[in-house]
């Protein structure tokens, strides 16, 4: 399943580090499945960008900590991860 949306990927580390989030969101492409290399890894989300084609794969078995999908009828929702401590933004699904 592919879907194009705007994604911005925020790190939670960041503002412990005294550093700031970047701001923009970038046109991307989400895919979900079974990682390559065979494995019974689980499903893994794909996030795909024009400067990053290959895109960062975030494991999703036992690795979401919480959907804010509050928004979603706008198109909006974000996805929390426990590990790496990231939260994915989603807008203009």
Request: charged content about 25%; overall charge positive; hydrophobic content about 40%.
């Amino acid at each position: 399943m592919r879907l194009p949306c705007d994604v911005v990927v925020v790190s939670r580390l960041l503002p412990s580090a005294g550093m700031r989030a970047p701001g923009r969101a970038a046109r991307a492409l989400l895919a979900l499945g079974n990682p390559t290399g065979g494995g019974g890894g689980g499903v893994c989300l794909l996030v795909s960008t024009a400067r990053h084609r290959p895109g960062a794969k975030y494991q999703l078995r036992e690795n979401i900590d919480q959907l804010f999908t509050k928004f979603v009828d706008e198109g909006k929702a974000t996805l929390r991860l426990k590990e790496p401590a990231v939260d994915i933004c989603l807008s203009k699904v």
